[in-house]
């Protein structure tokens, strides 16, 4: 089985993670209950790092995810988190093994 994945790794504002957290569950949420593509949306908080934030998310496929980032939630997220955000990086990959199927 073939995906797209996307890591990304949010550095958020000292003192604004649970504002940051608002935002980015809901577009979680809604991207998973919403887009036929997005397969998983999970959020995670790495221990001992209070101001920082990793996603791991899969989709179908790359056109999945461009469909993803067209959408109105993601375009809130963006926006409302936007001041919220000291930096972030994305990396892309391919799902070669997905170990539980």
Not at 7 to 28: K, S
């Amino acid at each position: 089985m073939s995906g797209y994945v996307i890591f990304v790794d949010f550095q958020v504002v000292p003192g604004e993670r649970a504002a940051f957290r608002r935002l980015i569950d809901e577009n979680a949420r809604e991207s998973c209950r919403t887009e036929p593509g997005c397969r998983r949306f999970d959020v995670l908080e790495p221990a001992g790092e209070p101001d920082r934030v990793l996603l791991y998310e899969i989709y179908d496929d790359r056109l999945a995810f461009e469909a993803h980032t067209r959408t109105a939630h993601f375009a809130r997220f963006d926006a409302a988190s936007a001041a919220l955000v000291a930096a972030k990086a994305v990396t892309e990959c391919t799902l070669v093994c997905e170990g539980g199927a």
